[in-house]
Structures are given as structure tokens and as C-alpha cells.
Nanobody, 114 residues
Framework: QEQLVESGGGLVQPGGSLRVSCAAS????????MGWSRQASGKQRELVATISVDGNTNYKDSVKGRFTISRDNAKNTVYLQMNSLKAEDTAVYYC????????WGQGTQVTVSS
């Protein structure tokens, strides 16, 4: 069964950094484009970043230059490094595996607050 398990969220002060991880099981991420989305309380889920099979990346405008998506195919894991965090980055972050048939994971809560 294809699964995604997100981890690494937490409470961080504005301007701080955090790295969230997505461990995949039941399929090999090297065959799929991957991504991260987020959903803030009371708002719609939005796409944050994607990474293609060959490593090309794309970002939501508001996170460009601050967030970096990466993949470690050997570990079957995708990461999102988040720097210079702002209060508006507060959300539950979810991993995406395009075309893999994996269900949504439980997400990981990121809270940016002083």
C-alpha cells in the first residue's frame, strides 16, 4: 500500500528555519514527481513546491528564495527546507506523490510564532 508519512514540523520563531520530511513506502519515489502543499486553518490547500523526476524544481512565488525542496531517492524521502519563516507560513504541510496512487498523509504542523 502506497503511503506518505510527513514529519519534522514544530514551533519556530519568525526568521527561523525548519526542515520537514516525507517518507514514502509501498512505491519508489524515483519514478514520480513529488511536491509539498500546505493548508492553513480556514483556508484552502495550496501548492508550495514541486520537484520532477530529474530534479527540476518549482515554487510558489511567496516562498521562492526561502524554501528548498529536495529528494533522496536512496532513502525514498522528500524534504522541504524552510528558511526565513514568516507567520503566514503557519500551516499543516502535506507531501504529494504525483501519479503514485498514494493517499494523503496526516501532514505535519508548522507554526511560526514568537
Amino acid at each position: 500500500q502506497e503511503q506518505l508519512v510527513e514529519s519534522g514540523g514544530g514551533l519556530v520563531q519568525p526568521g527561523g528555519s525548519l526542515r520537514v520530511s516525507c517518507a514514502a513506502s509501498g512505491f519508489t519515489i524515483s519514478r514520480y514527481a513529488m511536491g509539498w502543499s500546505r493548508q492553513a486553518s480556514g483556508k484552502q490547500r495550496e501548492l508550495v513546491a514541486t520537484i520532477s523526476v530529474d530534479g527540476n524544481t518549482n515554487y510558489k512565488d511567496s516562498v521562492k528564495g526561502r524554501f528548498t525542496i529536495s529528494r533522496d531517492n536512496a532513502k525514498n524521502t522528500v524534504y522541504l527546507q524552510m528558511n526565513s519563516l514568516k507567520a503566514e507560513d503557519t500551516a499543516v504541510y502535506y507531501c504529494i506523490a504525483y501519479g503514485a496512487g498514494a493517499s494523503w498523509g496526516q501532514g505535519t504542523q508548522v507554526t511560526v510564532s514568537s
